[in-house]
């Protein structure tokens, strides 16, 4: 199975800042992730197709990047409606497997 | 529109099953995988299983084989999702969902999700 570490598992952030958070994989995958942000009672939104596509819909601020077993999603300017949790996911082979999150916090 | 429509909230025993089912519209069912994803409390998404309706291709999280049932009937646009021997770790909401992952511009598509709640 594939192993996805996410770091960091949280951090905080002021309105404007770059963020960058990162998946890592156990092996090998292509660019087989994506990545979705997910607000509270809400299901996860997709941001981020095959580790660097844009979901039609997902401001420009958003951008991913990365192949085989290191991936990131960076927010070039946060935005107070970003202010969320960010999952990866890999589907590279089954079992797929999401990251354990990172939670962006206003500072 | 694709819509997908689970059934409603379930309180189990533990040792006991779940049966969720999920209800396509807006699309044929057989043309694309749905995938099961559940929800813990306080907890990140966790990824179940998925199944292609009326066709061979399913794959499983390691820690439900053995427990987890994924069926199909493409007569009614549904599938189904069982979840055996349940205990209380188990309580969670349970989404199905489809184009979760891929090339796709659209989607993905989730279920409106189903509270289970294991308690003795």
């Known amino acids: 199975d594939i192993q996805m570490t996410q770091s960091p598992s949280s951090l905080s952030a002021s309105v404007g800042d770059r963020v960058t958070i990162t998946c890592r994989a156990s092996?090998?995958?292509?660019?087989?992730l994506g990545w979705f942000q997910q607000k509270p009672g809400k299901v996860p939104k997709r941001l981020i197709y095959?580790?660097?596509s844009l979901q039609s819909g997902v401001p420009s601020r958003f951008s991913g990047s990365g192949s085989g077993t290191e991936f990131t999603l960076t927010i070039s300017s946060l935005q107070p409606e970003d202010f969320a949790t960010y999952y990866c996911?890999?589907?590279?082979?089954?079992?797929?497997?999401f990251g354990q999150g990172t939670k962006v916090e206003i500072k | 529109q694709v819509q997908l429509v689970q059934s409603g909230a379930e309180v189990k025993k533990p040792g006991a099953s779940v049966k969720v089912s999920c209800k396509a519209s807006?699309?044929?069912?057989?043309?694309?995988?749905i995938h099961w994803v559940r929800q813990a409390p306080g907890q990140g998404p966790e990824w179940m299983g998925i199944?292609?309706?009326?066709?061979?291709?399913?794959g499983y999280a390691q820690k439900f084989k053995g427990r987890l049932t994924m069926t199909g009937d493409t007569s009614t646009s549904t599938v189904y999702m069982e979840l055996s021997s349940l205990r209380s770790e188990d309580t969670a909401v349970y989404y199905c969902?489809?184009?979760?992952?891929?090339?796709?511009?659209?989607?993905?598509?989730w279920g409106q999700g189903t509270l289970v709640t294991v308690s003795s």
């Open positions: 095959a580790a660097s």
């Open positions: 092996q090998g995958m292509g660019n087989d």
């Open positions: 807006g699309y044929t069912l057989s043309s694309y995988h």
């Open positions: 996911l890999q589907h590279k082979s089954y079992p797929y497997t």
């Open positions: 969902a489809r184009s979760l992952v891929g090339a796709t511009t659209q989607g993905p598509y």
């Open positions: 199944m292609k309706p009326g066709g061979d291709d399913t």
